[in-house]
């Protein structure tokens, strides 16, 4: 069986990728990073989500010497050219506080009307070898962004974006069903034939 290593220490993410790892048939151990707490967490200098995700595997490919995936996401807004994007988790300064990147998002986005609130969750997903092989596959979920935020679940902008053809936000969907929609369980399914091919 082949131990592969996710670059992350989350483990409702690891316990999705197992899951669709598991639906496909694969047979692969998944182990989060936090399996090798000796190798450092990634600066993600790249200007791209694949860029930053490549970084990730490749580092922890590297210094284990096992398979690695890792993947990066954020929103992306049509009228502010695809921003905040890379700057997702930070987009009010300090990184990872949900709130103030909403709420400085939906200042910045007060006057613009419904027809141009156009958004997209995307997500690149990284399988890098250590023999230098690498891909990289994409996710995306479509909608667009509500004036005020609704809903209890998920986290970061899950409040304010509204898939396409649904009513209500990612925040009000079940876990069950903003999994099997998000821009990660779409990029982490793409790579399953990746993995296939890869490593059998």
Known sequence: MTRLILATRNAGKIAELRAILSDAGL????????????????????????????????????????????????????????????????????HGDDRANLELLLAQLADIDDAHRGAHFACAAALALPDGTERVVEGRL???????????????????????????????????EKNAISHRGQAFRALVPVIKELLG
Do not use: M
């Not at 790249?46 to 929103?75: C, I, M, Q």
């Open 27 to 94: 047979p692969h151990e998944l182990v989060g990073s936090d399996a090798y707490p000796d190798v450092p967490d990634v600066k993600e200098t790249g200007v791209t989500f694949a860029e930053n995700a490549l970084l990730k595997a490749r580092t922890l490919a590297r210094a284990t010497g096992l398979p690695a995936v890792a993947d990066d996401s954020g929103l992306c807004v049509d009228v502010l050219g695809g921003a905040p994007g890379i700057f997702s988790a930070r987009w009010a300064g300090s």
């Open 142 to 176: 479509l909608g667009h962004l509500r004036h005020t935020p609704a809903g209890t679940g998920g986290f970061g902008y899950d409040p304010i974006l509204q898939p396409q053809n649904d009513t209500r936000t990612c925040a009000e969907l079940t876990p069950a």
